[in-house]
Structures are given as C-alpha cells and as structure tokens.
C-alpha cells in the first residue's frame, strides 16, 4: 500500500484524490492546499488529514507525494519532497520560467528517489496504442507526427493570464507527444499564432489559435495544430506517417452509438474535455507512479521529459513573436 501527501486540492486535485482513494494499492493520507475549503472537502471525500507542508513531508508513513497544486509552486515542492526522501509525481509544468525549470532538473541529478512528471495523454490506451505501432515499426520509420489539439473551450480569463501562454500551458501536452512520437527530439521550431475566439486574449498578449511545425536532425517533420476553442467538444487527434505505412488514432466519443438515417449519419458528442477525456490516462498514470514507488522500475516520463517540452514551448513563443521564424531549440 503506497501511502501518499498530496499538495493541491483544486481542480485537477480533487480528480487526483479521488483516483488515490479509489486505488486499491494506495491510500490518501495527507492533503495540503493554501485553501482551507477545498483541503477539506478532499478530506471529507477520501479520509485524508487536512496537514500543513511540514507535517505533510516530516511524516515517516507518508511514501510519496503528488504535486498538483498551482504552478509556481513545483519546484519548491519537488526539491522539498526530494530533500525529505519522497518519490513524486508532479503535474505539468515543471516552471512557466524555462531558467527555474531547468535551475530544478540540475538539482534533481543524482537524486535517491524518482520524480515522475505528469504528461496524463501518453497513458492514454489509445495514444499508448498509436505509439506501441510506432515502437514495434509497423509504420517503417517515421517521418510525420500530427496532432490536433483543440480544448472545447475557453478557460475563464483569471486561468489565462496565469498560464503562460498556449504554448506553455496548453500545447506542452502536444510538444511532449511529438518528442514521443518522432522518437527523435525536434531541433527546430516555426509556429503561428492568431487570436481568432476572444479578443481578450489580445490584452495580455497571449493567442486562442496557433499552427506549430517542428523539424529533428534527420528531417521527420511535426505540425501541431491547436486551438482553444472547438464548438464540437474536445478534439484530441494524432497520426503517425512511415515509410512502410500511418496509424491514427479518432476521436473518442460519449458513447458508439451511431443513429443512420437517410440523411446521413449522427453520432454521439465527443467528451467534453480533459477530466473526461482523459479518465483513463489519469488512472494508469497513477498506477505506473505506485510501481515505481514499489521499485518495479524508473519512471517512463520524467523531469527531464517537462524540460525538454518547454524548451520547445519556449522556441514556440519566440518563433510566434517574430513572425514564424523558424528558432533553434535550447541545447539542453
Ligand atoms: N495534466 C493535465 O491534464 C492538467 C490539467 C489541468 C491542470 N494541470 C496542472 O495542475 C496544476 C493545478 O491545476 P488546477 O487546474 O487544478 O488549478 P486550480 O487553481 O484549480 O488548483 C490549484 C490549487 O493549488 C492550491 N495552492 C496554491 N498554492 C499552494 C501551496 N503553496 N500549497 C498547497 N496548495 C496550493 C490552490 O489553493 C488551489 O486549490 C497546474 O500546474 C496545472 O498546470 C494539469
């Protein structure tokens, strides 16, 4: 039984939570938020102790963290868990600032347990399946990655001018698929960015709409296309194109029914967005954490995955600031 302290209690806390209590080799112990309220109605769901920081990484029966509290606050708490001699499992991203991020992934070299970062969609089973093809090279070797990535809708402006930005906060999911994918890091960047939703967007400089294209080493090519907004539900698509053939992968549905008639056919909305969507990914994610915290191996996606990522995001930002040039990515 891996007993864990978890830091945060919000959104995607109370999702965490949930998945810990309902995990029959976990236990949730210890949960931590600067917000009293949503501490305790965790702890009134899953039997958690409400508990400070200190109390939280000081106990000797807590075997492990998750962090999924407010981004400022990750590095801080993954060096603190570290320190303690807590594996963690912490949510994207690492840092919004790429110098703190890869200030953390320096500091964490040599360290005695694992951090184990949160990239939920490559745990999807349908993502996982896509790339077992490409593992197994059914598609020969690979030469285009595509993904589309389209929320269902516009987050609330407090969330977006905490961001990051798109391609920080939103398209790091779809960068880390692509290095996944391409199984080759991209050396390259050139991306486009639009505001086309809301023009609020406008005012804190940030777009609704972006078209990303990356180029590795060897030539394989990525395009990344997203947005903020689709009016039909939450798009999550990729595709994978070989020498010796393609695997995609569609949308996934509320259910398969599928109503003919002679008009034509209709079929069931796609899931509304990631909570849903990403079930799942969000449990085997959890489990691959409790094998590592069992020492059954490394984690399969770590701090070093959520750098790399935000090195791209960072090119990104740049390319899309002057014009789509096509930008070098940090040499990590
Ligand atoms: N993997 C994914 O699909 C995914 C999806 C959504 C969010 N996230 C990430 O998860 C994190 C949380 O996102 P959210 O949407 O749940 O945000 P949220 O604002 O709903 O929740 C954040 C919580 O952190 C708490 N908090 C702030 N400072 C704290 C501190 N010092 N100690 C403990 N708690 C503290 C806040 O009070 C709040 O309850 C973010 O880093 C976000 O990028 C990942």
Known sequence: ?????QFGAGRIGVMHARNIAQNTRASLRRIVDINATAAGQVAAATGAKVSSRDEALGDPDVDAVLICSATPTH??????AVAAGKPVLCEKPIDLDYARAKDCVTRLKGAKVPVMLGFNRRFDPHNAGVHAAVVAGQVG?????????????LAPMAYLKESGGIFRDMIIHDFDICRWLLGEEPVTVAAQG?????????TIGDFDNAIVTLRTASGKLAVITASRRASYGYDQRMEVHGSEGMVQ????????????RTDGNRG??????FIERYDAAYRIELDHFIDVVEGKGPPSVGAIDGLRA???????????????????????
């Open 75 to 80: 590095v801080d708490l993954i060096l603190a």
């Open 194 to 202: 639009s505001v086309l939703v809301s023009d609020e967007l406008k």
């Open 310 to 332: 935000l090195a791209l995001a960072e090119a990104a930002d740049a390319s899309a600031r002057n014009g789509g040039a096509p930008t070098a990515v940090a040499d990590l």
């Open 141 to 153: 070797a690979v030469e285009q990655v595509m993904v589309v990535s389209r929320d269902s809708g």
């Open 249 to 260: 992968n569609a949308n996934v549905q509320e259910t398969l029914a599928q109503v003919w």
């Open 268 to 273: 069931t909305p796609l899931m509304n967005f």
């Open 1 to 5: 039984m891996v007993r864990f302290a």
